[in-house]
């Protein structure tokens, strides 16, 4: 018989991440937190301090020797700190790739046209995976396709760099650029 998978043990392992109130193990604990004497205190006098706050004994150290505990609002903590990991994540910065596919014989007008997309995805700080498709017979074309992309990266030196140069892969042959750091 197979177990369902539930919300339980990562919950859980939330919890435990900290101990709190009567979990804690010490007999003696250095109490800190705002209001307080910080002092070494036995255990229950410190739960006790707690207590008539109406907050939590949460330990913070639990390696020291007397563990520190502090007294706090535990839920409010745990909430300010996923408030907290979920403001880093969002400033991380996600990289864009931005595809542009040529073929071997573009003309010169699709090309501007493509460019002029390169360039806008360049400069809005995107990475640019530009490649040249072969269909059928076209792969004999190859030098045609390299000659196509080198021109694109020589036009696009200004607001991106060469990553990759062009390198055959399949039916594609493939150059990744990247934006280049604007000064401000």
Same mark, same amino acid.
């Given at each position: $018989?197979?177990?369902?998978?539930?919300?339980?043990?990562?919950?859980? %392992?939330?919890?435990?991440?900290?101990?709190?109130?009567?979990?804690?193990?010490?007999?003696?604990?250095?109490?800190?937190?705002?209001?307080?004497?910080?002092?070494?205190?036995?255990?229950? %006098?410190?739960?006790?301090?707690?207590?008539?706050?109406?907050?939590?004994?949460?330990?913070?150290? @639990?390696?020291?020797? @007397?563990?520190?505990? %502090?007294?706090?609002?535990?839920?409010?903590?745990?909430?300010?700190?996923?408030?907290?990991?979920?403001?880093?994540?969002?400033?991380?910065?996600?990289?864009?790739? %931005?595809?542009?596919?040529?073929?071997?014989?573009?003309?010169?007008?699709?090309?501007?046209?493509?460019?002029?997309?390169?360039?806008?995805?360049?400069?809005?700080?995107?990475?640019?995976?530009?490649?040249?498709?072969?269909?059928?017979?076209?792969?004999?074309?190859?030098?045609?396709?390299?000659?196509?992309?080198?021109?694109?990266?020589?036009?696009?030196?200004?607001?991106?760099?060469?990553?990759?140069? @062009?390198?055959?892969?399949?039916?594609?042959?493939? $150059?990744? $650029?990247? @934006?280049?750091?604007?000064?401000?």
């Amino acid at each position: $018989m197979r177990r369902k998978r539930g919300r339980g043990p990562s919950r859980r %392992k939330q919890e435990d991440q900290h101990r709190i109130n009567e979990k804690i193990r010490a007999d003696k604990v250095r109490l800190v937190g705002d209001n307080v004497e910080m002092d070494i205190y036995p255990t229950k %006098k410190a739960l006790g301090i707690a207590q008539e706050m109406g907050l939590d004994l949460v330990e913070i150290s @639990p390696n020291a020797d @007397p563990p520190v505990v %502090k007294v706090m609002d535990y839920k409010k903590f745990i909430y300010e700190q996923k408030k907290r990991e979920k403001a880093m994540k969002a400033k991380a910065s996600k990289v864009v790739v %931005k595809e542009i596919r040529f073929g071997p014989n573009t003309d010169d007008h699709d090309y501007d046209f493509k460019k002029k997309h390169a360039e806008k995805f360049l400069s809005d700080g995107a990475k640019l995976k530009a490649y040249v498709f072969f269909k059928g017979r076209s792969i004999v074309f190859k030098d045609k396709g390299e000659i196509l992309l080198l021109r694109l990266a020589q036009d696009l030196e200004h607001v991106g760099k060469v990553e990759q140069m @062009p390198k055959l892969e399949g039916k594609r042959m493939i $150059m990744f $650029m990247a @934006p280049t750091k604007k000064s401000k």
